[in-house]
């Protein structure tokens, strides 16, 4: 889930848009979502207006190009809702916004993936030393990558550029860099002339996880308590539609064109990167491995040591002793 600007810049611009915003609309039946560019089931939803119909809330979709970008629109109080990745999260989280992630939208797992070039010799990661690689700062997928490199002892060994997805793609096109940690179509058009070296799943079995989150407002949650549980409702139907009903997600079916509508995507690639992530249940939801058991579970774990690894980056000056205050399963529907 993917944020290509300053950590420091948007921590500041949180806590200076926190002196001055105001509540959220949260008396009106009227609420303003961010997403990103991330295939998932529920744009399918997004896009055919079951949101609007299931809540009867008024929707205001805003689409963003970074998690940076979205943290501070959420400190201005202009947005209510919001994907965030566990990166961006943390930042949000560490300067003190009064947000609460309440829905895993995707495990990562192969949906962001280190590629290589097919020329560049690469095939292992000692192979990676004295190479060029690109992955958009403070992203998932920088945090997931920083660990890999020092895991295999190359981490000063290698060049590694801050680019967005689409600059990356370029830059990989006109081989100004030997590799990219990235993921949706700019993954894709590393995938013609590139293999992985490591995927976002793989790096999570080496112990950094990763995941995209729905992330809301505490005062417009607490205000809208119905809404949100219809809300992750439709999520969840989205889900279970795609896990099920694999046969309505083929390629003349609405569900995949609304998406690559939505997105202005390829088909093919729209198909791939659903395949690529992995949707948990609602009952998966309210577990130990995501939303609950408080400071133990999987969420918030994964946002402290995601915090860890900021600080020593220099993105952030501290580390919270809990980040469980930041994480809520109180929104899941009933099932």
């Known amino acids: 889930m993917k944020f290509g600007t300053s950590l420091l810049a948007a921590g500041a611009a949180i806590l200076l848009a926190l002196q001055f915003a105001g509540p959220a609309s949260a008396q009106q039946k009227t609420v303003n979502v961010a997403y990103q560019?991330?295939?998932?089931?529920?744009?399918?939803?997004?896009?055919?207006?079951?949101?609007e119909t299931e809540t009867d809330y008024k929707i205001n979709w805003h689409q963003f190009n970074t998690g940076a970008e979205i943290i501070s629109a959420m400190a201005s109080g202009s947005i209510d809702i919001s994907v965030l990745g566990s990166s961006p999260l943390s930042v949000a989280a560490t300067a003190g916004l009064e947000v609460k992630l309440f829905w895993i939208l995707e495990d990562i797992a192969s949906a962001e993936a280190l590629y290589v070039r097919d020329d560049s010799s690469i095939n292992t990661p000692n192979d990676l030393v004295g190479k060029t690689l690109a992955v958009p700062f403070a992203s998932t997928s920088h945090y997931q990558l920083m660990f890999a490199l020092k895991e295999w002892g190359v981490d000063d060994k290698v060049t590694v550029l801050n680019l967005d997805p689409n600059k990356a793609a370029a830059a990989w096109e006109r081989k100004d860099i030997d590799g990219a940690f990235i993921w949706g179509s700019a993954m894709a058009r590393l995938k013609r002339d590139g293999k992985p070296l490591a995927t976002s799943g793989e790096i999570c079995e080496m112990g950094r996880c990763t995941f995209e989150g729905m992330v809301a407002n505490v005062t417009f949650a607490e205000n809208n308590s119905e809404?949100?549980?219809?809300?992750?409702?439709?999520?969840?139907?989205?889900?279970?539609?795609?896990?099920?009903?694999?046969?309505?997600?083929?390629?003349?079916?609405?569900?995949?064109?609304?998406?690559?509508?939505?997105?202005?995507?390829?088909?093919?690639?729209?198909?791939?990167?659903?395949?690529?992530?992995?949707?948990?249940?609602?009952?998966?939801?309210?577990?130990?491995a995501w939303l609950g058991c408080a400071a133990d579970g999987g969420a918030a774990k994964t946002l402290k040591l995601t915090a860890e690894f900021l600080k020593a980056q220099s993105k952030i000056d501290k580390v919270l002793d809990d980040y469980s205050g930041f994480v809520t399963d109180l929104y899941l529907a009933a099932q």
């Not at 560019?37 to 949101?51: E, Q």
Request: proline residues 4%; hydrophobic residues 40%; negative net charge.
């Open 227 to 288: 809404f949100m549980r219809r809300f992750t409702a439709v999520i969840d139907n989205a889900n279970r539609d795609y896990k099920e009903h694999a046969a309505k997600w083929t390629a003349d079916s609405d569900n995949i064109k609304l998406i690559s509508g939505l997105f202005g995507a390829d088909i093919p690639t729209v198909m791939d990167d659903l395949s690529n992530y992995q949707y948990p249940t609602m009952a998966e939801q309210a577990s130990c």
């Open 37 to 51: 560019l991330t295939t998932s089931p529920w744009i399918a939803r997004l896009a055919d207006g079951t949101f």
